[in-house]
């Protein structure tokens, strides 16, 4: 199993990655649907937050999927992603119909995270940018 550890480790961060990357372009392409979605959590600048957002997303998932400075990527997503769940997927002030959705979504947001925060702690194995400086 030890041979398989960073073709593995190459392809979790490609997997967890990917999402970021894709969902930063979609809200490219959704912008004033995102800011308005924002905006309807009560955060305040709402394009800011979008803007933000979508460079993070971006950048830290390709940086991630790249293994380029990957521990600083993960740990900002695995931050972000907190954040996320908290203020976007509250169940537990969600009405009752929504509620269940609410909370998969919350603990999904919380897995993801956890394995972020793993890949901060253990770093990006040696398939990666920063592996081949090591």
Not at 67 to 83: C, E, H, M, Q
Not at 87 to 116: C, D, R, T, Y
Request: aromatic share 10%; hydrophobic share 60%; with cysteine.
């Amino acid at each position: 199993m030890n041979q398989l550890s960073n073709p593995l480790a190459l392809i979790a961060r490609i997997l967890m990655a990917a999402m970021f990357v894709m969902a930063g372009f979609s809200k490219i392409g959704g912008f004033e649907g995102t800011v308005g979605y924002i905006a309807s959590k009560g955060l305040p600048l709402a394009s800011v937050v979008a803007v933000l957002t979508i460079i993070l997303e971006i950048a830290g998932g390709l940086a991630i999927m790249v293994g380029y400075k990957a521990r600083i990527a993960a740990f900002l997503l695995g931050g972000f992603t907190l954040l996320a769940a908290l203020i976007f997927h509250n169940f537990w002030a969600a009405p009752a119909e929504q509620a269940f959705v609410q909370n998969m979504l919350f603990m999904k947001n919380i897995s993801i995270a956890g394995g972020l925060f793993l890949l901060a702690a253990l770093g990006s194995g040696s398939c990666s940018i920063d592996g081949k400086s090591q």
